[in-house]
């Protein structure tokens, strides 16, 4: 009696459904789940012919043929197997099912039992994953598609700029000598316009290309970093007379060397830039490693930012300084928050009025 | 070693381009003879033609990417059937894109990726690097 109990207390908590059916096909056990997932109730089940029950109609014949020929031949494609077909509720609706069925024969013993688990809301999961993974490739295809338009405007809007370019350059070089002043004047004004759209276009086109693209990370020796930056700020450092030094706590960094390169010119030469006239410019680079993160810290001794812009200057287009007193796109500080954010870090900047800045940016290791 | 070209052709579909290149060549004076042509189905043409008469080939060819028609990429693939030992190709582009550069990579006739335009000091170099292969 207690083991009775036992197994029915085990077989009513199965999370799937348990039908018993005899050699006739007819229900002989029915535990819980099988009510909740069909909806007749044990004593509505009990001796009848499953086929009328559960089985969809327009199987019931493909059903009744299969149980026959299994009990004459012996023979079945679904035994043992985990199958995935429709079954019906008492309702009439339809639901997925998956069912797996085994034949049990000791002597007198002959009956098959079948474990039947809800398979709809597993099918609804795939479908929300389908789903997702067409967005998915969707949103990659939209954002190639955006990175070819950003690369096909730019061609388009660096032919007809590099021809003013182009032929500015060749007035002044033949006719500079027949200007006068004022002429003169103007042609360098289409020259340097020109120019400055010319590296505005550039860096839009960096910005909207790094936004889209993957990360190429590599474990990076700081030192090899640096000369590749130096290679390309150290003219203007010898122009304008600016000390930098540079010191690394931990001499390897696992990143993408092309991106990270671009921010320390970036913010090198934002501090040539910035310098303060007054006094001797001079730039710390300093990497540390704090709370499993490399932390980079550029400090200059430049003409600093108000506290009220320090949010701001990490913008897209924000500049605080006249055109013609300093050059500059107002995207690089925007690319160098892109770039930062895209290897998971964080970049702020720390700066006082006629004192200097230091702008400050980690790396978490991998 | 020859201190000149003798003969240089340029593929571009962009007009004063062409003639900003043409008033280079003019200064530098390190080429006897140039064409430019602006649609690259007429310089394919020409190139057949110098082939079938065996006539002298041009050196060097400068080829645009992105044209109307033909591209650079079209010219290309139809340029490297023509014959063994053709002549080098130097792409010279405003395209940024590094995956044209990436292209440009798998042909083997291609000796060099350049951003327009061309200078002087460039042709320099191309004609010392010319010399010296």
């Given at each position: 009696m207690t083991q009775d109990l036992i197994k029915n207390s085990i077989l009513n908590l199965s999370m799937d459904a348990l039908v018993v059916l005899n050699d006739e096909s007819r229900v002989i056990f029915w535990n819980v789940k099988a009510s909740e997932l069909f909806g007749y109730t044990i004593n509505e089940v009990m001796g009848e012919d499953i086929a009328e029950l559960i089985i969809p109609d327009e199987f019931v014949d493909k059903h009744n043929f299969g149980f026959n020929r299994y009990m004459q031949t012996?023979?079945?494609?679904?035994?043992?197997k985990v199958i995935e077909i429709n079954a019906k509720h008492k309702s009439g609706k339809q639901i997925p099912i998956q069912l797996k069925l085994s034949h049990v024969k000791d002597g007198a013993l002959d009956f098959f039992v079948a474990f039947i688990r809800d398979y709809s809301e597993v099918l609804k999961k795939n479908d929300e994953i389908l789903d997702q993974k067409k967005k998915l490739e969707e949103y990659i295809e939209s954002n190639l598609q955006l990175e070819n338009f950003a690369y096909y405007a730019s061609h388009d809007l660096q032919t007809p700029l590099q021809n003013i370019i182009n032929f500015s350059s060749l007035l002044d070089r033949f006719t500079r000598t027949k200007l006068n002043d004022k002429e003169e004047k103007y042609l360098d004004f289409i020259r340097s316009g020109a120019k400055q759209m010319q590296t505005l276009i550039n860096e839009l086109l960096n910005f909207s290309v790094i936004g889209n693209s993957e990360l190429n990370k590599s474990n990076i020796l700081l030192t090899e970093l640096m000369d590749e930056v130096l290679e390309v700020v150290q003219l203007e450092l010898n122009e304008q007379n600016v000390i930098l030094n540079f010191s690394f706590e931990q001499d390897r960094v696992i990143m993408d060397k092309v991106l990270i390169k671009q921010v320390l010119i970036n913010l090198i030469s934002n501090s040539i830039k910035f310098r303060d006239e007054n006094r001797k410019p001079f730039i710390e680079l300093i990497g540390k490693v704090k709370e499993n993160k490399h932390l980079f810290c550029v400090k200059d001794n430049g003409v600093g930012i108000p506290e009220d812009k320090l949010d701001a200057v990490?913008?897209?287009?924000?500049?605080?300084?006249n055109k013609s007193k300093i050059k500059g796109s107002g995207i690089g500080l925007a690319l160098c928050k892109k770039i930062i954010e895209k290897h998971d870090g964080e970049i702020w900047i720390e700066s006082e009025l006629g004192q200097g800045t230091s702008v400050n940016f980690t790396i978490p290791f991998i | 070693m020859s201190n000149k070209f003798n003969y240089l052709i340029f593929i571009d579909d962009d007009v004063p381009t062409n003639i900003y290149h043409e008033v280079i060549l003019e200064v530098a004076d390190l080429c006897n003879e140039y064409k430019f042509f602006e649609d690259s189905q007429e310089a394919l043409a020409h190139i057949k033609d110098l082939i079938e008469n065996n006539k002298e080939l041009p050196e060097l060819i400068f080829l645009d990417l992105h044209?109307?028609?033909?591209?650079g990429w079209d010219f290309l693939d139809i340029y490297k059937t023509?014959?063994?030992?053709l002549p080098e190709v130097i792409i010279l582009t405003?395209?940024?894109?590094p995956l044209d550069k990436e292209i440009s990579k798998?042909?083997?006739?291609?000796r060099k990726y350049m951003n327009k335009p061309l200078e002087e000091e460039l042709i320099k170099e191309l004609l010392g690097v010319l010399n010296n292969s």
């Amino acid at each position: 009696m207690t083991q009775d109990l036992i197994k029915n207390s085990i077989l009513n908590l199965s999370m799937d459904a348990l039908v018993v059916l005899n050699d006739e096909s007819r229900v002989i056990f029915w535990n819980v789940k099988a009510s909740e997932l069909f909806g007749y109730t044990i004593n509505e089940v009990m001796g009848e012919d499953i086929a009328e029950l559960i089985i969809p109609d327009e199987f019931v014949d493909k059903h009744n043929f299969g149980f026959n020929r299994y009990m004459q031949t012996k023979k079945s494609n679904i035994l043992e197997k985990v199958i995935e077909i429709n079954a019906k509720h008492k309702s009439g609706k339809q639901i997925p099912i998956q069912l797996k069925l085994s034949h049990v024969k000791d002597g007198a013993l002959d009956f098959f039992v079948a474990f039947i688990r809800d398979y709809s809301e597993v099918l609804k999961k795939n479908d929300e994953i389908l789903d997702q993974k067409k967005k998915l490739e969707e949103y990659i295809e939209s954002n190639l598609q955006l990175e070819n338009f950003a690369y096909y405007a730019s061609h388009d809007l660096q032919t007809p700029l590099q021809n003013i370019i182009n032929f500015s350059s060749l007035l002044d070089r033949f006719t500079r000598t027949k200007l006068n002043d004022k002429e003169e004047k103007y042609l360098d004004f289409i020259r340097s316009g020109a120019k400055q759209m010319q590296t505005l276009i550039n860096e839009l086109l960096n910005f909207s290309v790094i936004g889209n693209s993957e990360l190429n990370k590599s474990n990076i020796l700081l030192t090899e970093l640096m000369d590749e930056v130096l290679e390309v700020v150290q003219l203007e450092l010898n122009e304008q007379n600016v000390i930098l030094n540079f010191s690394f706590e931990q001499d390897r960094v696992i990143m993408d060397k092309v991106l990270i390169k671009q921010v320390l010119i970036n913010l090198i030469s934002n501090s040539i830039k910035f310098r303060d006239e007054n006094r001797k410019p001079f730039i710390e680079l300093i990497g540390k490693v704090k709370e499993n993160k490399h932390l980079f810290c550029v400090k200059d001794n430049g003409v600093g930012i108000p506290e009220d812009k320090l949010d701001a200057v990490l913008g897209i287009f924000k500049r605080l300084h006249n055109k013609s007193k300093i050059k500059g796109s107002g995207i690089g500080l925007a690319l160098c928050k892109k770039i930062i954010e895209k290897h998971d870090g964080e970049i702020w900047i720390e700066s006082e009025l006629g004192q200097g800045t230091s702008v400050n940016f980690t790396i978490p290791f991998i | 070693m020859s201190n000149k070209f003798n003969y240089l052709i340029f593929i571009d579909d962009d007009v004063p381009t062409n003639i900003y290149h043409e008033v280079i060549l003019e200064v530098a004076d390190l080429c006897n003879e140039y064409k430019f042509f602006e649609d690259s189905q007429e310089a394919l043409a020409h190139i057949k033609d110098l082939i079938e008469n065996n006539k002298e080939l041009p050196e060097l060819i400068f080829l645009d990417l992105h044209m109307p028609g033909l591209s650079g990429w079209d010219f290309l693939d139809i340029y490297k059937t023509l014959k063994e030992n053709l002549p080098e190709v130097i792409i010279l582009t405003t395209s940024l894109n590094p995956l044209d550069k990436e292209i440009s990579k798998k042909y083997k006739q291609v000796r060099k990726y350049m951003n327009k335009p061309l200078e002087e000091e460039l042709i320099k170099e191309l004609l010392g690097v010319l010399n010296n292969s």
